[in-house]
């Protein structure tokens, strides 16, 4: 695998992985705060209750003192009139009494029954009398609430429990009569607690959501509608393990995870609590809901992050093919490269071979030539013989020139050639080359001109390639001037720092298109094999390549019908 593979792949994990954690980190949060705020919630219904239940109490019992102050005024004056078989003293005795607590169940129905009892715990009266008849017992002196109210100040409250004469769950309010500092009596009362039900039931609706009202041994006292389970023992130990009058717990109950709100009031002498019990699971409904949404989020972000790096990871595989291939065509071009330049050195080698073999031959095949044109030397030739001799000459220095050129260009490519730089006197220089070209235009009726215009120049350069490039552009200007009215001029001037140099001719021109091939090898205007004027199609290129190694540049104009003038520059100061 490539490096920016494995790097696309790593920070793709690292980009699943952070996003992951993050929503992981606020999920977290997100839900602790929900939770926090669920609990509270609870906490905040279960105190308000727990408030409601103890000021409904509270109000019962002060009901109580306030009759044990003003409306209890029996002495116990009439024991000797109580009849086993009535539990107590008669209906018709104790009419004002039995009055007073008649009135007071009237106006608290909560209250089942009344009792009063004797100090040793002995029935004394009970309303309803009805009640009085139905005591299972005659003397309750073994009862918490008989104990209770022995040794209570003030109102005891008793432990929950069911009555016998309605079956209903009560609790006990009991409270010693005294009489200054003795204990005349025993005020009881049975007070039922199903009103709790009408007051949590309507508060408390949740599904599965029970509440229990249970006394600090874990009696309970009441609990929701449909709820007949107690379990005493589980409550008792419950209670125990609480560290606090208020609070939460979540743990495993009844086979669920359960959160359990609580909250402890104090009632007579002991501690009541109320206790708000749900499966933790529809408790925490909400954050489950939310806990979905951020799964879901995550699902969506993994799934968008390894999208776009499957995207990436394949962009980068196709860039990768795509290197390679190119890496792979570049090897294979620079093979061809590599073998296209041994193909070139071995052509020059070949060319080199050919032209110096071809050249070597034509030297003895020149010099007798020579001797045989010469009279009385080898011998004398008749008329037809020296014209033919003639031709071999004339052709024979055409083979001379090609390989001549063909040798230049060669080394010009391979950057050979040599130069002998020495200064040059310019007029000299152009008066030599007029002279050496002035009997050949002569003869072939050709006007030629100097226009030297850099009288006193001195040129550091060399002076044999200068005068073959002259040599080139004047015998191409001889070849196309007319023969009737030629004319050629050769000038220089001075151009800044550089002599520029000029052959013109008011030759047959070139065209505009065919100006910009001239310096290439082997071209010809006129590539015919029917043109009359022969070449190589190499001096152009031979004199642009001396005139750069020599510093300047070289060009032509013509507009194609009335001449053309080749100009070149070479620096005044050789670099
Ligand atoms: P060649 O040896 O064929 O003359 P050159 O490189 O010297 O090769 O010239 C290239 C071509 O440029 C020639 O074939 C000719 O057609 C054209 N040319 C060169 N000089 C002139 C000129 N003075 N007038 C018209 N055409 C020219």
Redesign the pocket.
Known sequence: MDNSQKQIIVITLFLIIGVSTSIAYFNWQISEDQKKLIINHKQNRVNILQASIHERFSSHIKIIEETLLHSIHTKFSETDKINPELNGVPEFMEIDQRQELRNLLESNPRFESIGLFLPNGDIYLAEPFLSQLNLPQKNYAFRDWYVGAINTAGVYVSEPYETHYTNEKTIALSAAIRDGENIVGIFHTTLQLDFLRKLIDVQIQEPETMWYFVDENGKIGMARGDQTEYDEAFFSKLIHSLDSDGGYLQEEFFGKEQLVVYEASELGTKDWFLFLIQPSKQAFTPIVAAQYLTQSLLIVSIVVISGFGYIVFWQNTKNITIRKQLEKSNQKLSLMLEKSHEVDREKEEFSAMITHELKTPLVPILGHIKMLSKKDMIGNLNEEQLDSVQVIERNAKRLEKLIN?IMDARKLDIDKMKFDIDDVVLDEFLANLKSNYQEVLNKKHIKFVLDNQVKGMTLNTDADRIRQVFG??IS??I??VPSDGGKITVGATKKEDFIQFYVK?N????SKDKQSH?FQKF????TTHTRK?Q???????ICKGIIEKLGGSIWVESDGKNG?T?FFTLPIKRA
């Open positions: 050129d080139n552009l191409n200007a070849k196309f001719d030759g047959i021109g070139i001239l071209y010809q205007v006129d004027i070449g190589t199609g190499l001096g152009l290129v053309s080749f």
